[in-house]
């Protein structure tokens, strides 16, 4: 396999979860996602907040155009898709020390989430 046939089919493992996603936010109503319900099993169980908690009301709200709403209900809303598609192209492209490094760093975000999520601020 050539390096241009390559480049075209990582393009297009790129493609087509964007295209997905465009239409379910073209063909589907931003409200009845919201009515999903919030059902999480670390919550019920230890009674804290997962780092993961809120992000599908984050992407409603990037959906939306409300970037800084989404920023405030969960930050990895925004790591999540870029640590997504770099490590499948680091994968797919066989940088295994990429794919070490790139998990490295999601892990400090999701720990910090998990740090903002359950820690009380005090009101000012």
């Known amino acids: 396999m050539t390096l241009k046939t390559k480049l075209v089919l990582g393009y297009l493992r790129?493609?087509?979860p964007s295209v997905l996603l465009i239409s379910i936010y073209l063909y589907v109503k931003i409200e009845v996602a919201s009515l999903v319900p919030h059902f999480c099993l670390f919550e019920k169980l230890?009674?804290?907040k997962c780092p993961f908690?809120?992000?599908t009301k984050a992407f409603i709200f990037i959906l939306n155009g409300e970037y800084k709403l989404a920023l405030i209900q969960n930050i990895l809303?925004?790591?999540l898709p870029i640590y997504l598609i770099l490590f499948q192209v680091s994968k797919y492209f066989k940088f295994?020390?990429?794919i070490l490094r790139i998990d490295?760093?999601?892990t400090l975000i999701v720990i910090i989430q998990f740090i903002?999520?359950?820690y009380q601020f005090p009101k000012t």
């Open 14 to 16: 790129l493609f087509l």
């Open 46 to 48: 230890i009674n804290i």
């Open 116 to 118: 903002i999520s359950n």
């Open 96 to 98: 295994y020390k990429k």
């Open 104 to 106: 490295f760093y999601f």
């Open 53 to 55: 908690c809120g992000l």
């Open 77 to 79: 809303s925004f790591f």
